[in-house]
């Protein structure tokens, strides 16, 4: 098999272009639904083969293998309206049909599940087989993606249920693609991310390896707040970026304000602000006093959903950010890190906070980061231009009046 890569529509993704040559082995399906915009809403490029064991009549079993896709329709097909999601279906051979669902949440997009069926009473396809009808195979796969991103896995994936064997090899897919575009942002599945972190094994002569894309916009900021019986207690207005490390890959995930939810509590000693998400089950910030007179970030617990559905935690007692005097707030308006674990570091944005003695609602006097007072180091510097000038007009003044005294006298 000959494969020419290239790219022919800006932000189209890479296309591989196959020249099979000699028996056609495998069929890459290829889907570009659009909507009635005519843009591009959900992009699907994949091959798929399957294995299927029944009981015939004589009860033995029999396998059969279905990678005959050349008659594929893709009748069903959606991207979906207000009620249904997105769904790829797909017909082929003798009344095979197979369907994937996507849905929606918050940031992310996720594969729902794979739904196949076949026609066991096609004695053709299933000789002797002891069971008539339609049967259906079902697999939740929930695979999680962030939006904007095009899912790729070109290793091979196979599910088993029952007695249907799927496999699945150089998938490309991407529903609720935005503004008509498929994303070059490519999110790669499990294993195509350990071949490309394991494969370059003489590292000066193999290019770079592609890991996943990171998002390099800055989160939006958000405003946060807890209350207690006395109205509000604890004030944080901040951009929130997560970096997750996990497996050796760093994944860098924004916090949208918009769907995500936040509670706390406020103690005289400590105060608490919590955020969750769809993914994120929390996110605890934990402030502490100390020496009666200072606050701080003391504590970070997380846990929250990986894009594989695995449960990523985290927890760090022994943090020391974000100090300010009890009474005022604290302020940063620079890029800094929290940084939680090796594995686990926040990127804050436009950042505010007060976790204690907040009066009316409203933000004290703010003690800012030293990364801020960079652009304070202005004021210095024009006070300083300023004092110079006076000196030097202050030095003429006295030069003038020296000489206007000089003439005075010699003109005596
Ligand atoms: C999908 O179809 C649209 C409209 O026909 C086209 O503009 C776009 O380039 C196609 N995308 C891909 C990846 O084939
Ligand atoms: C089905 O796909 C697998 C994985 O690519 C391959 O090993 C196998 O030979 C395929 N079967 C057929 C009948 O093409
Ligand atoms: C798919 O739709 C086409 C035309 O819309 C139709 O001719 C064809 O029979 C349909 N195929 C299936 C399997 O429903
Ligand atoms: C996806 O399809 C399966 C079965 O076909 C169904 O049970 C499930 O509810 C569907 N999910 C969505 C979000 O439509
Ligand atoms: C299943 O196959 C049988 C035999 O070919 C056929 O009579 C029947 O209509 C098929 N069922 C469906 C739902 O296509
Ligand atoms: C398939 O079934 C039909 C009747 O349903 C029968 O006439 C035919 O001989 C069968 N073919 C095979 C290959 O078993
Ligand atoms: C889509 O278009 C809107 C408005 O033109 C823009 O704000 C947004 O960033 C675009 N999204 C993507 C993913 O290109
Ligand atoms: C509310 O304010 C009063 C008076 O300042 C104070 O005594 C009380 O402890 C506060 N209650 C809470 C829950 O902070
Ligand atoms: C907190 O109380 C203020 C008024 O004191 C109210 O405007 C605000 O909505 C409350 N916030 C929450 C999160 O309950
Ligand atoms: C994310 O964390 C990794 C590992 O600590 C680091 O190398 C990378 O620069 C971080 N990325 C961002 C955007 O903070
Ligand atoms: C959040 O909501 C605001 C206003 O409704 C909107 O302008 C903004 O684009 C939203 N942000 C995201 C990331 O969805
Ligand atoms: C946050 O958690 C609460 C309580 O567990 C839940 O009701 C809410 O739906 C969650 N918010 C989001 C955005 O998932």
Not at 78 to 87: F, I, L, R, S, V
Request: charged share 15%.
């Amino acid at each position: 098999m000959v494969c020419f890569r290239f790219s022919p529509v800006p932000g189209s993704g890479l296309v591989l272009l196959c020249l099979v040559l000699g028996a056609v082995s495998s069929y890459a399906l290829e889907l570009n639904l659009t909507d009635s915009g005519k843009a591009t809403c959900l992009y699907a490029k994949w091959q798929m083969n399957f294995t299927i064991r029944y009981e015939t009549t004589s009860k033995s079993y029999k396998t059969v293998t279905v990678s005959d896709l050349s008659t594929a329709t893709y009748n069903g097909s959606t991207c979906g309206e207000d009620q249904n999601g997105p769904k790829i279906a797909v017909q082929f051979g003798s009344g095979f049909s197979w369907v994937v669902n996507f849905t929606k949440e918050g940031s992310t997009y996720s594969i729902d599940g794979i739904s196949f069926s076949y026609n066991i009473s096609d004695n053709t396809t299933f000789p002797d087989a002891k069971d008539k009808g339609i049967l259906t195979v079902y697999d939740p796969v929930r695979f999680r993606i962030p939006l904007n991103n095009i899912f790729r896995c070109n290793s091979l994936s196979t599910l088993e249920k029952d007695d249907v064997v799927q496999y699945y090899w150089d998938v490309h897919v991407q529903a609720f693609v935005q503004n008509g575009t498929v994303s070059t942002k490519e999110f790669l599945c499990e294993k195509d991310r350990t071949s490309t972190t394991v494969a370059p094994i003489t590292p000066t002569t193999t290019p770079a390896p592609t890991t996943t894309p990171i998002p390099k916009e800055k989160p939006e900021v958000g405003s946060y707040s807890v209350n207690n019986s006395n109205g509000t207690c604890l004030l944080a207005t901040m951009g929130l970026q997560l970096n997750v490390t996990y497996e050796k890959v760093a994944s860098i995930i924004n916090i949208n304000p918009n769907t995500t939810d936040f509670t706390g509590n406020c103690h005289p000693q400590s105060a608490l602000l919590r955020l969750n998400s769809s993914n994120i089950k929390f996110l605890d910030f934990v402030f502490a006093v100390k020496n009666e007179n200072r606050f701080y970030l003391k504590e970070v617990n997380i846990s929250m959903y990986l894009v594989n559905g695995s449960v990523f935690s985290i927890a760090n007692n022994n943090l020391s950010y974000w100090d300010a005097p009890l009474g005022s707030s604290y302020m940063c308006n620079k890029e800094q890190t929290v940084s939680v674990s090796g594995a686990f570091q926040i990127n804050t944005f436009d950042l505010r906070v007060q976790p204690f003695n907040v009066m009316e609602g409203k933000y004290s006097t703010a003690e800012e980061c030293s990364a801020d007072s960079d652009l304070n180091f202005l004021i210095p510097v024009a006070v300083g231009v300023a004092l110079g000038f006076l000196i030097i007009v202050v030095f003429i003044s006295y030069m003038i009046g020296r000489r206007k005294s000089r003439t005075g006298y010699q003109s005596v």
